[in-house]
């Protein structure tokens, strides 16, 4: 499975970057600061005074803006994630026996354009008795195809329509579960538990 800690501990320039932009941000809020700081305690008060002092705000804000961004990017380029382009976070609910082993397992994103691997995010257990995984992946392509493909090795396939237009809009909120549209697996049984397999997602 390919898990975001696993891609972190293979990321040594996406770590370098995120610190790089990290540091420039407080250098340069820091640097902000004095300047005012020093400027406020040292100017008169005139009526020019106060036109300095609010340009002074707004390039002190739009440099904290800038920091911001640039660490925002910075942070999704080393996740894997392009910064202008949608991507997909997902959650999907299984039999917590079905995940137990979900170090093995290998989630893509099947399109009529592509197959991309999903970055996973860790699996912990539900008071009902099943297990939520949860991961992203990206959406490099224009197309209302998309399949979650969930691969678990001994266990089966588990299939997910992503119900998605091929422009979709960025979301703050997970929408609805949705119930597997496809399982092949030996251990589910020959009638599978359809609610005990759902997903829900959102548009990053």
């Not at 400027?39 to 440099?63: E, M």
């Not at 392009?82 to 979900?102: C, G």
């Not at 539900?126 to 949860?134: I, Q």
Request: hydrophobic share 50%; charged share 20%.
């Amino acid at each position: 499975m390919t898990t975001l800690s696993s891609l972190w501990s293979d990321s040594a320039d996406g770590q370098l970057g995120i610190l790089m932009s990290a540091l420039s941000g407080i250098a340069m809020a820091l640097a902000v600061a004095l300047a005012m700081t020093v400027y406020f305690r040292l100017s008169y008060r005139s009526w020019r005074d106060v036109v300095r002092h609010g340009l002074a705000g707004f390039a002190a804000l739009a440099l904290f803006a800038f920091a911001a961004y640039d660490m925002r990017h910075a942070a999704l380029a080393y996740l894997g994630l392009n910064p202008s382009k949608p991507a997909v976070e997902f959650e999907i609910r299984m039999p917590r026996e079905m995940l137990a082993a979900a170090t093995d397992s290998q989630i893509e994103l099947h399109t009529d354009r592509n197959q991309i691997l999903a970055l996973v995010d860790g699996v912990r257990d539900l008071a009902d008795g099943r297990a939520l995984l949860r991961g992203a992946v990206a959406l490099n392509h224009r197309t209302a195809d998309r399949v979650l493909v969930v691969n678990l090795p001994g266990k089966g396939t588990f299939e997910f329509r992503l119900r998605l237009p091929a422009e979709p809009h960025r979301s703050t909120e997970f929408g609805p579960w949705h119930l597997a549209d496809r399982i092949a697996s030996k251990l589910a049984g020959p009638i599978a538990p359809q609610d005990a397999y759902t997903i829900r997602y959102r548009v990053l």
